[in-house]
């Protein structure tokens, strides 16, 4: 399986963007989805994830309200929509996939056992 991310850039504080990954050459049809990021010189950072037909999310506290995750299953699509970006968000965001850990609360501990990484899209947030 192939993680694809895109969306990242460069936006003023208060602005948003909206993150996208795309998963390829699937060998299941039930992947949870999620995305993380990592600041420059700070550890991984679980966001949010969604089951596999998007009936059920769950966020970090750090930015529940600003971010929403979202997917279209019939695409193989995750995507984050990030609302009042702010400078201590610039970070390299990354999708990760999964076809059996769906229990979306784990990921937060367990992020290292995820099946697929992308390679991660820059967002840079100017003050």
């Known amino acids: 399986v192939q993680l694809q991310a895109s969306g990242g850039g460069l936006v003023q504080a208060g602005g948003s963007l909206r993150l996208a990954c795309v998963v390829s050459?699937?060998?299941?049809?039930?992947?949870?989805m999620g995305w993380f990021r990592r600041a420059p010189g700070k550890e991984r950072e679980f966001l949010a994830n969604?089951?596999?037909?998007?009936?059920?999310?769950y966020y970090s506290d750090s930015v529940k309200g600003r971010f929403t995750i979202s997917r279209e299953t019939a695409m193989n699509t995750v995507y984050l929509q990030m609302n009042n970006l702010q400078p201590e968000d610039t970070a390299i965001y990354y999708c990760?996939?999964?076809?059996?850990?769906?229990?979306?609360?784990?990921?937060?501990?367990?992020?290292?056992?995820?099946?697929?990484w992308g390679q991660g899209t820059q967002v840079t947030v100017s003050s």
């Open positions: 969604i089951n596999w037909n998007g009936d059920s999310t």
């Open positions: 050459r699937a060998t299941y049809t039930t992947y949870a």
């Open positions: 990760a996939a999964d076809p059996w850990k769906w229990n979306l609360k784990s990921w937060v501990s367990e992020s290292d056992g995820l099946g697929s």
